[in-house]
């Protein structure tokens, strides 16, 4: 899935290289190591990029559990951002395209450093940490699991830490490197879903080290978009994530597994789908994809798996059981017998999606047939009673983002809020609908990631952004760190915001020009998504 437009090239650099300006260093004692920062670009904000988590996972550590990062004594400098994990140019392309429909050129993005040694994180927190510790959010960023950064420049965290909150943005192995098994892997401990493994190493090296950053390690907050928030979905009903994440906030995720999980015998067969492309003859073995070019895999992988959504898997070790299963309510809890104790250590959850994740103008001649695929590809919302319920709208390319919307992302969070709520764990919703200013943002509409320069408050020197949008980005950003701190949006001076119970009798925010509670999305739509789901999981 695709990220908010970035930041132009000024601020990227501004932010990667030290200057004269910030000539004061930043300095943080860690066991085995001291870490070297810089003055971020807000007043009070200190930002240490680049370090690293877990060893580089080269070599015989392709493919292994990432082994944790314990530090190499001495001093390690850590002014400017590590390389990104190998990816193709997908997302940049897009951030350019997204800076070229607004005026910009596309050429204020430069090219994307990239290594298969990438396991780093960038961490924003006050200079001067006050007495009492404050909360940490860990941003998960998103990507289809196959491309996206920590670093892209709406996730710098200076502006967000300003708020009150330690920020940092972690990487994880992408595509083949992160998501992908063999058959010969099952000699292993860890087999599969290796990018949620490198995640879990990241929240423990916070575990150990965030308090020397003025960060309170029992309140992790950790908040994706897109994959991101849909790893955090698979991590915080995870045995191994229990004390590493306290609070969840999900925009924009993915299904969810709802329709089901791939096997890990499903990835298995890629491992060898991908070693017969290579020499149909002779497959390679394990050892010798090991051993292969990391640039030659990545690319090769990328025309084997072109049209693949590379998804967790149920590996057995790290996702045994699919969310419904996790959430399933325990033994009631006494003396109310009303509520039950969820199986998971989540203390409470924040989830929503953006209105329009899908949509794109279409030529009318073209509109019919888009619309008839759109149908016939959606997971669960593929159905006559589906081309009924959006008859009646006039404008296919708006069907064809409402289906495709209600069934990638909003019946599946709303599905995901209500087994939360329904096992006692706090759950909050929202929709994000504002579209910005001018006829080039009217045809975007509230975009997949449109919420991130306002969560993040990094809006691009070329996008439209009025007093309007600079308040609701001040509101976005204040609720998000209310949460991370207290495990509620509400707040002095934040919209009245009920907890979500259930899909009959719900609460969501809505973030447009001004926030406030809202009808529930689609709930046409999302019945027959609910009655979909209810069925198949009684097969």
């Given amino acids: 899935m695709l990220a908010a437009a970035a930041l132009c090239l000024i ?115 006050p200079a001067k940490p006050s007495k009492k510790p404050a909360p940490v959010m860990v941003f998960i960023h998103g990507g289809s699991n196959r491309s996206g950064w920590s670093f892209e420049p709406n996730y710098h965290g200076h502006r967000l830490a300003a708020e009150g909150a330690v920020v940092v943005t972690i990487a994880y192995r992408l595509g083949v490197f992160g998501f992908f098994s063999h ?15 490198d995640q879990l190493s990241a929240l423990r090296w916070i575990q150990r080290n965030i308090a020397s950053f003025g960060g309170d390690p029992s309140r992790v907050t950790v908040f994706g978009e897109s994959a991101g928030a849909g790893n955090i979905a698979m991590l915080m009903v995870a ?60 690319r090769l992988a990328e025309q084997v798996f072109r049209d693949h959504y590379h998804a967790p ?30 199986r998971v250590p989540l203390g409470s959850l924040l989830i929503g999606t953006n209105a329009n994740e899908y949509y794109a103008p279409l030529a009318r001649d073209t509109a019919r047939a888009a619309f008839d695929r759109a149908l016939a590809s959606a997971e669960v919302l ?7 319920a959006l008859r009646d709208e006039a404008d296919l390319a708006t069907a064809i983002d409402r289906l495709q919307t209600a069934d990638s992302m909003l019946c599946p969070a709303q599905q995901l809020a209500s087994a939360t709520a329904a096992v006692g764990i706090p759950t909050w919703m929202y929709q994000f609908s504002r579209v910005r200013e001018g006829a080039v943002a009217a045809q975007l509409r509230a975009y997949h990631g ?90």
């Avoid at 009631?332 to 969820?342: G, K």
């Avoid at 593929?382 to 009924?388: I, K």
């Avoid at 509670?517 to 009655?531: A, W």
Wanted: contains cysteine.
């Fill in 239 to 298: 045995p191994q994530a229990r004390g590493l994440l306290h609070r969840a906030i999900l925009q924009s995720g993915g299904d969810f597994g709802w329709p089901g999980l791939r096997s890990l015998a499903a990835e298995q067969a890629r491992g060898l789908q991908l070693a017969a492309a290579i020499d149909a003859k002779a497959p390679p073995d394990l050892a010798a994809l090991r051993a292969m070019d990391a640039e030659r895999l990545m």
């Fill in 11 to 125: 601020t990227l650099v501004g932010l990667a290289a030290p200057s004269q300006a910030a000539s004061r260093a930043a300095e943080v004692q860690l066991v085995g190591e001291r870490l070297i920062g810089r003055q971020s670009p807000i007043a009070g904000i200190n930002a240490f990029l680049g370090v690293p988590f877990a060893e580089p996972p080269v070599g015989p550590l392709r493919w292994q559990a990432p082994v944790d990062y314990l530090g190499r004594g001495g001093v390690r400098r850590a002014e400017r951002f590590a390389p990104a994990c190998l990816q193709t140019p997908r997302i940049l392309d897009w951030y350019r395209g997204m800076a070229e429909r607004f005026g910009a050129s596309r050429s204020v993005f430069e090219d994307l450093d990239t290594s298969e040694d990438c396991l780093y994180l960038n961490i924003w927190a």
């Fill in 313 to 342: 898997v149920m590996d057995g070790v790290l996702i045994t059981q699919s969310i419904a299963q996790q959430l399933a309510p325990a033994q009631p809890l006494s003396p109310a017998p009303q509520l039950t104790q969820p």
């Fill in 450 to 539: 449109a919420e991130l320069p306002y969560v993040f408050g990094t809006h691009d020197a070329w996008l439209p952004t009025t007093d309007i949008d600079r308040q609701l980005t001040r509101t976005l950003m204040r609720i998000w760190v209310k949460f991370a701190a207290t495990g509620s949006p509400e707040g002095a001076g934040l919209p009245r915001w009920p907890q979500f119970r259930s899909q009959v009798a719900p609460n969501v925010m809505g973030f447009a020009a001004t926030p406030g509670l809202i009808d529930i999305p689609e709930p046409t739509l999302c019945r027959l998504y609910r009655s979909r789901v209810a069925a198949s999981a009684s097969q």
């Fill in 382 to 388: 593929n159905t006559a009673e589906v081309r009924a």
């Fill in 183 to 197: 058959p010969e892997l099952a000699q292993q401990s860890v087999t599969a879903n290796f990018g949620l493994w």
